[in-house]
C-alpha cells in the first residue's frame, strides 16, 4: 500500500475543500489513488446531502445585481442552517452569482415543482402536437423528453450555470452544501426588466 503523505493530504484538500482527517482516510480508502479519494469524497457528499435533506434553513443572504445599462436587476435569497455559513465567502460569491444568473436568463420557476401544473399540462399538449404518427407509448417518451429541455431552459434549479456549462444551479449547490457541511438551499427570486 502506498505511503500517504501529508503533501498528498494537502493536495487532496486544496482540491475538494474537505477536512484533512477526510481527505487522508479517502486516500487511505483508494491506496493514495488521488482520483479515486476524489470520488470517495463525493459519494460520502452525496450521502451527507441526504442526511442534511431535513434540516431547516433559516439562516442565509439575499443578493442583487443590477446590469451595466441600469435596465434590468435581480435579487436572489440563498438559505443554510446557520449564520456562520452564510458569512462564508463562498457562500456571498454564490448568493452573488446566482444574482447575476438570474438576471441573464429570467427564470420562470425556482424548481420543477413550483411550475404552474396548467401550464405545463398545456406546453405537453403542444408538444405532443408537434409530434406525428407515434405509438402512444413512444409519443409520451418523446414528449417527457422534450419536457426535461423545457426545464432546463426555464427552472432555476435546472438551469445550466451562465459561468460553467458543465454544471446546473442545483449542482452548485451540493456543491457548497458538501463542502460546508449544511444543506443550502434556494429561496425567492424576482428579476425585474425595464418596461416588464
Keep these: 500500500m502506498a505511503e500517504i503523505t501529508a503533501a498528498m493530504v494537502k493536495a487532496l484538500r486544496e482540491k ?18 488521488e482520483d479515486k479519494a476524489v470520488d470517495i469524497l463525493r459519494k460520502k457528499g452525496l450521502m451527507g446531502l441526504a442526511k442534511r435533506a431535513d434540516r431547516a434553513t433559516r439562516e442565509g443572504l439575499v443578493g442583487s445585481y443590477i446590469h451595466h445599462n441600469a435596465k434590468v436587476g435581480a ?7 446557520t449564520d456562520f455559513v452564510a458569512r462564508n465567502e463562498a457562500f456571498k460569491q454564490l448568493v452573488a452569482d446566482l444574482a447575476v444568473h438570474v438576471c441573464a436568463t429570467a427564470p420562470l420557476a425556482g424548481s ?3 411550475l404552474d401544473s396548467e401550464m405545463l399540462d398545456k406546453e405537453r399538449q403542444m408538444l405532443a402536437e408537434q409530434i406525428e404518427n407515434k405509438p402512444p407509448e413512444i409519443l409520451e417518451k418523446i414528449v417527457e423528453g422534450r419536457m426535461g429541455k423545457f426545464y432546463e431552459e426555464h427552472v432555476l434549479l435546472e438551469q445550466v450555470f451562465v459561468k460553467d456549462d458543465k454544471k446546473k444551479i442545483k449542482d452548485l449547490l451540493n456543491e457548497l452544501s458538501s463542502k460546508t457541511g449544511e444543506k443550502i438551499t434556494l429561496g425567492r427570486f424576482s428579476r425585474f426588466a425595464v418596461g416588464g
Design 112 to 114: 420543477i415543482e413550483d
Design 75 to 81: 435579487m436572489v435569497e440563498l438559505n443554510c442552517e
Design 16 to 33: 475538494t475543500n474537505q477536512p484533512m482527517m477526510e481527505c487522508k482516510k479517502a486516500l487511505t480508502e483508494a491506496a493514495g489513488d
